[in-house]
């Protein structure tokens, strides 16, 4: 009997002796494991999945953290399988039928348009779906490396002997013999399972026509890529489909060098084993698809903020302040403003409650970025779900900082996500006005 539990992100009262009773397998699987750690999982994709290198992606944060008997929840969603057991994190921002909030995020960062998702579906198979829109990224990050080549071996048979004689085939070929020898060469290919794998994802989409098709020909890059990869794989045939899915299955790609390439087979394995075998799918291991949503609302902030703001990048190494006037030691807030004296922290957490309070380590940080950029005024962008927040934390002490909360205010009664799509566009001018005005 099939087990689900829907549970949201940012929940702090789950009794972990309960969870553990109902969910043993995947409570023994995933409490206390690191996104860095379940980024190992050959079924889970976790985006942004580049964990090494994706900038200012928190490897560390925990899915389902333990705090004395309950268990908590953090800034990731998504769904989670394993048998009979079936999870999903929602945004705390969800309905139980869909989750808005999430589209939104991902259309505004990823620049796709999800009008197409279909609404019939499950929450689960919409999380699903959404791996065809990742797709493209995923493909341009890859081919940014170039072409990935690995020896293959090639059967010929004809008078221009360039290899191995293939005795075999040769004695079944070419008897009586007419000058032909059957040999075989070992050759560096761009034609070769990893690829033929990305092409067979391509095809696929092709003819998923209410999705797979318009995302594959939604920008120019993508239209480019996909004829990049159709061209070094003259070899393609569909009946090879679970030969590729096999050979990519018992050899993953490991070498470090192409991790982007990892990533892409991992998405690609898990579009088409979603078709071909559905959730029953080794049911012997975990799978699933999981969002950091934190990592999300940093970027959409990014995309509502003026051009002005600089928004540096840790991992990078990028824009980043110094904090010594002798020596090199950056640290790195995620927008500031010389010119307006503005720094600004994008903060996936509840802060709507309170009015001024806001935890130690953020309120140190953000008075540490502000005293060395010399700010007027620092504050924290959140998202909440009752009213626009645009207050006064305090003037502190010293030079005389302003800190301060905006939020940006999240539909509850949208009863569509176009409908959704237009109140929270008025949620952002709003936030946008309070941030000029303030």
């Not at 040999?183 to 797979?212: C, V, W």
């Not at 600089?310 to 904090?323: A, E, F, L, Q």
Request: hydrophobic share 35%.
């Amino acid at each position: 009997m099939e087990m689900k539990m829907r549970i949201t992100d940012n929940q702090h009262k789950i009794i972990k002796e309960d969870f553990v009773a109902e969910y043993p397998k995947i409570s023994q699987l995933l409490l206390d494991r690191t996104l860095g750690n379940l980024s190992q999982e050959d079924n889970i994709f976790i985006f942004p999945s580049d964990l090494e290198y994706s900038p200012d992606l928190d490897k560390d944060q925990k899915i389902l953290e333990t705090v004395n008997r309950e268990i908590k929840t953090g800034n990731v969603i998504g769904f989670l399988g394993y048998g009979q057991e079936r999870l999903t994190i929602s945004s705390r921002f969800s309905n139980e039928s869909d989750d808005y909030f999430l589209h939104y995020l991902l259309q505004k960062v990823l620049n796709i348009n999800l009008n197409s998702l279909d609404t019939a579906l499950s929450r689960e198979d919409k999380l699903y779906q959404l791996l065809m829109y990742l797709f493209p990224k995923y493909l341009q990050a890859a081919l940014r490396k170039g072409h990935y080549k690995e020896y293959q071996r090639f059967s010929h048979n004809d008078s221009h002997i360039k290899g191995v004689v293939d005795v075999g085939n040769h004695l079944k070929k070419n008897l009586p013999f007419t000058g032909n020898v059957a040999y075989t060469t070992r050759e560096f290919a761009f034609d070769n399972p990893i690829m033929q794998l990305i092409r067979h994802t391509i095809e696929f989409m092709k003819n998923q026509k209410s999705i797979g098709r318009g995302v594959l020909e939604n920008l120019s890059t993508s239209r480019e890529n996909v004829a990049e990869i159709v061209r070094v794989t003259p070899s393609y045939k569909i009946a090879d489909r679970a030969k590729i899915i096999r050979l990519n299955q018992t050899k993953p790609l490991r070498h470090a060098y192409f991790r982007e390439y990892r990533k892409l087979q991992e998405l690609c394995l898990m579009i088409l084993n979603r078709e071909e075998h559905g959730l029953g799918y080794q049911e012997q291991k975990i799978h699933g698809i999981l969002f950091d949503v934190a990592w999300l609302w940093e970027e959409y902030i990014h995309t509502l903020l003026p051009g002005e703001f600089i928004h540096p990048r840790n991992k990078d190494r990028t824009d980043g302040i110094s904090v010594f006037s002798n020596r090199e030691r950056k640290v790195y807030p995620d927008f500031y403003d010389r010119e307006r004296k503005i720094v600004l922290d994008a903060k996936y957490k509840k802060l709507e409650l309170t009015e001024k309070g806001i935890n130690r380590d953020d309120l140190f940080q953000l008075i540490s970025y502000a005293y060395i950029l010399q700010a007027e005024k620092a504050g924290l962008i959140f998202p909440s779900i009752d009213q626009t927040v645009s207050s006064e934390i305090g003037k502190v002490e010293g030079y005389g900082v302003l800190l301060k909360k905006w939020s940006i205010q999240v539909p509850q009664k949208a009863s569509s996500y176009s409908e959704f799509y237009e109140m929270l566009g008025k949620s952002e001018k709003i936030f946008q006005n309070n941030i000029k005005q303030n």
